[in-house]
């Protein structure tokens, strides 16, 4: 018996970094995974991998900020697949700059996919995340990516720490709505710290800009001095924390922010 044996699982930004990762660690827990991005040429040869492994898997365009598309994705999945059991709101992206270099046009953009994003995932997944609870013994779920910088104020990237700080207060709101309703959908958050991804290395960058250097290595080595255990995150790592969030055997678990971050917000 697979840990998600019999759940239909749907990805936001899927096709590389912690998306991918987590793809892959679910469909090895025997969901069938519905992979969506942007990024089509890795999303649909991530999707090919996973059915060689002999996984039931599925890559979707969509651009998590376009209601439309979010309806269509939903329909496709649902022909193939019967439904939702998990939706996991993963597609994110980094602004690097400070509160004064960042326009207007920034921080729309960064509103559109890491709130919207996630608030209209939410919304057009809904409907299916009901259906499904009422036939499954522990009901379904909802992990959204929040990060280390939803928790405290990540000076680097004010305004991203802003939209993630949304994203964890959506969690714990939406988590205590839906209870009090008995919709039997779970709701939480995971906060990575600095994860070895293309996101990651625009981390360092902007790290490097802040110390008033060039030298990414010395922004990476602050990096992970920030970590008390000593390294960055994988990939891998926070796929874990997201298949445990998914799976049945948090069925206890909801509204709570789960850090994944090498102890960073510990101290
Ligand atoms: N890497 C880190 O250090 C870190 C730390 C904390 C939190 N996070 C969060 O984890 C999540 C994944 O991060 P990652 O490191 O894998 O980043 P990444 O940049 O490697 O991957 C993000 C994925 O999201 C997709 N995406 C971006 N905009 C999209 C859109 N409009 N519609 C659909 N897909 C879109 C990208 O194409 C990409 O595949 C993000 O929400 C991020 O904020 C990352």
Known sequence: MNRLDGKVVLITGAARGIGAATARAMAHEGAKVCLCDILDEHGKALADELQADGAEAMYLHLDVTSEEAWSAVVLQATQRFGGVD???NNAGIYLGKSFEEASLADWRRLCDVNLTGAVLG?????????ERAKSSTHGSAIVNLSSVAGL????TDPLYSL???????LTKALAVDFGQRAYRVRVNSVHPGAVDTEMG????VARAKALGTDD???ARRQSIDAHPIGRLGTAPD?????VYLASDEASFVTGSSLAV???FTAR
């Open 163 to 169: 939209t993630k700080g949304g994203i964890t207060l």
């Open 216 to 218: 990414l290595q010395t």
């Open 122 to 130: 939410i919304k057009a997944l809904l409907p299916s995340l009901r």
């Open 238 to 242: 926070i796929a874990q924390a997201i």
């Open 86 to 88: 998990v939706l996991v």
């Open 261 to 263: 971050d090498g102890g």
């Open 201 to 204: 290395a625009q981390t360092f």
């Open 152 to 155: 405290v104020g990540a000076a």
